[in-house]
């Protein structure tokens, strides 16, 4: 039999070229990625003065970060768009998971109706959402507080994510739930006690999901929140004013908005891959 | 103490698919009852509705003294091994072992005791403390088996447990359970596609198709009498050859014709053939009851050979007469012989089996 080896980009160069070839790609691809970031840190740690200049200045200073963090309409949106994002997570997973398992196990007309609708709801452009969703909070009174934001963030999130856990109860035989069944479970028990463990990877995934996608949610922010409910996309945004734009605070809140996301990132990193790949 | 009986048991799948027709069934306290039949033919339903994992459409159902039909899985006091093992993969095996026993209130102590009897029966000791993934399918299985004993039941169902395991795993395993209904009589209901495994486990065999039984007997009742032509072709293995024949009576004796055929038939045969003269009937012959050479006087024929399998235990003849396919198994395996060589094929006197063209039901006298 013949031995195929894949043939090597650049045949003609020796090995050591084609490596540092290869090196330099994954540098270049990496620094295009990395330096919106770092240049956004270097930008939070100029004084205002030197914001235009960042190559060039050598004066740093942590003033706009403790600028920012004495503003407490600020800090009350940290504090938001945490307890948002968290609370429409817990919430979102409680209806996701359930109604994934629905549309995985069940295969009668509500499962059908249920998977017609999400479906529908998933082809709609998300921006023509919202408008209407302003009138409804308005009417219903919910208009700029927690229920009038988490409300329709659960929503997104229940259509978008459900067909994910679909496809990972999918992925678990239901036998294991008829044995639980057989074992002394009610249908709810095997529910709980074997099948959401086992999907446990998967649900932990899509919480990291859920909660990336609420802390860094601008539109819905935007429309459905004023001034009590400020949340930290919206804020940062409001540095642009009339007397200009005050680049060097826009700037520290972000750096201080990418920390959870990027802790929260770095370590649900594992689970996210594990996840989605059952 | 659980005897399980099934009486005009019917599923119906919305209103095109009939997947259970009308299957009556008596299984005695302690028997083991083999359900075979090829995939479709409603032998997995049957349990799952025994099983409670499946609503029947009409029907009974009971265990024991009680009609169960509408009650939930968890009150049948039935265990169940699937498949592919449907063990909880999130628990340890000692924890899936303790599940049910859990679930019913039982003391931990109780429940570590049943758990050593069992492991010690299966050999599971020194798994207890690992997860199912770090098993191999043998001990999963093993460890499926041992989770149904520690609850001790009165009905194992068995859903073609075996299927996932390599043939020389699956022997063991058949011994294995076999082994453990010795030790531990409980009526079982044991479904499967190979006959094989249906003949060697069951006091009782039921073959089923297209959702109805077909035949309830010991396994040497469905291979010596079968009730059909499906029967006879589905028990056995290689299977049974059928030749399309014509029944001639002439000067007091009875012969059956086909092309390149011609083999008179003994007394008994004569009798129960005598209604078909001159009519087709179909002849059945297992494989293991043709030899080569020339047999008893006027029941041989020429066949041509078309493929040889050497077992290294004996050879199996594929052989071509007319349009028919013959098996010819038993031939012993020093014999040589190479493909488009002409045999001499022998019938044993007293092994033929008869069948209606029209019923498919076996004639007999």
């Known amino acids: 039999m013949p031995i195929v080896t894949r043939p090597h980009f650049l045949p003609g160069l020796p090995q050591w070229s084609r490596k540092t070839l290869f090196a330099l790609a994954l540098f270049g691809i990496c620094f295009a990625f990395a330096f919106p970031v770092l240049w956004l840190i270097l930008t939070s740690l100029r004084p205002e003065s030197g914001v235009y200049y960042v190559h060039r200045g050598t004066e740093f200073t942590l003033g706009s970060f403790a600028e920012v963090l004495s503003d407490d309409r600020i800090v009350s949106a940290f504090l938001n768009s945490a307890l948002i994002s968290t609370l429409a997570t817990v919430f979102s997973l409680l209806v996701t998971v359930s109604s994934g398992y629905m549309l995985s196990r069940f295969t009668g007309p509500a499962s059908r109706i249920w998977f017609g609708t999400i479906y529908v709801f998933r082809c709609v452009p998300y921006i023509s959402w919202v408008l209407p969703l302003y009138f409804v909070t308005q009417s219903w009174g919910i208009y700029d507080t927690y229920t009038g934001l988490l409300l329709p963030h659960v929503a ?3 259509c978008f994510f459900s067909w994910l856990m679909k496809g990972f109860f999918d992925g678990i035989d239901p036998s294991m739930e008829y044995a639980a069944m057989i ?18 990877p998967a649900i932990s995934a899509l919480a990291v999901l859920c909660w990336l996608f609420t802390w860094n949610e ?3 922010a935007l429309i459905l929140t004023g001034n ?6 919206v804020v940062m945004a409001q540095f642009v004013t009339e007397m200009g734009l005050r680049w060097n605070l826009m700037a520290a809140t972000a750096v201080m908005a990418l920390v959870p996301a990027f802790l929260i990132a770095l370590f649900g990193q594992k689970y996210v891959i594990r996840g989605l790949r059952i | 103490m659980a005897a399980i009986s099934l009486s005009k048991l019917n599923k119906h799948y919305g209103s095109l698919f009939h997947a259970v027709k009308d299957v009556d069934l008596e299984i005695a306290d302690k028997e083991f009852v083999a359900l075979v039949g090829p995939s479709g033919c409603g032998k997995s ?6 099983a409670g994992l499946e609503d029947i459409t009409s029907g009974d159902i009971r265990i024991g003294d009680r009609i169960v039909n509408h009650l939930p899985p968890r009150d049948r006091d039935i ?4 498949q592919n093992y449907a063990l909880y993969q999130h628990m340890s095996v000692y924890d899936n072992l303790a599940f049910g026993l859990r679930n019913k209130k039982t003391p931990e102590a109780e429940i570590k005791a049943a758990i050593d009897r069992a492991a010690g029966m299966l050999g599971l000791h020194e798994l207890l403390a690992r997860k199912p993934k770090q098993l191999s399918g043998g001990q999963q299985q093993r460890v499926a088996l041992g989770r149904c004993i520690v609850r001790n039941p009165e009905v194992f169902l068995f859903d073609e447990p075996l299927s996932n395991l390599d043939a020389k795993l699956r022997a063991q395993m058949r011994i294995e359970i076999k082994r453990l209904h010795a030790a531990i009589p409980t009526t079982s209901v044991f479904v499967t596609h190979d006959q094989v495994e249906a003949m060697t486990l069951g006091d009782r065999v039921v073959i089923m198709r297209d959702g109805r039984v077909q035949q309830v007997g010991t396994p040497l009742q469905v291979y010596g009498k079968p009730a059909n032509k499906f029967v006879a072709g589905f028990i056995g293995a290689p299977a049974m050859n059928f030749v ?6 002439e000067g007091g004796a009875t012969a059956v014709e086909a092309t390149g055929l011609k083999l008179t038939v003994g007394e008994a045969y004569a009798r129960a053939l005598a209604p078909y003269n001159g009519k087709p009937v179909i002849m059945g012959a297992r494989p293991e009851h043709l030899a080569l050479g020339e047999g008893a006087a006027g029941l041989s024929f020429d066949a041509h050979v078309e493929v040889v399998e050497q077992l290294g235990s004996e050879i199996l003849l594929e052989t071509r007469l007319g349009s028919h396919g013959i098996t010819v198994a038993r031939v012993p395996a020093e ?11 022998s019938v044993q006197p007293g092994r033929l089996h008869f069948f209606d063209t029209e019923t498919e039901l076996p004639i007999t006298g």
Do not use: Y
């Open chain 2, 335 to 345: 014999t040589v012989i190479a493909s488009g060589d002409q045999v001499r094929v």
């Open chain 1, 228 to 233: 009590r409910v400020p949340m930290i996309t």
């Open chain 1, 183 to 200: 074992d002394g479970c009610t249908r709810w028990g095997a529910f709980i006690r074997v099948a959401v463990p086992s999907a446990l």
């Open chain 2, 244 to 249: 399309n024949v014509t029944v001639r009576t």
């Open chain 1, 218 to 220: 601008f539109l819905f």
């Open chain 1, 156 to 158: 997104v999130h229940i």
């Open chain 2, 45 to 50: 339903t049957t349990l799952r509705m025994i």
């Open chain 2, 79 to 82: 265990a169940m091994v699937f």
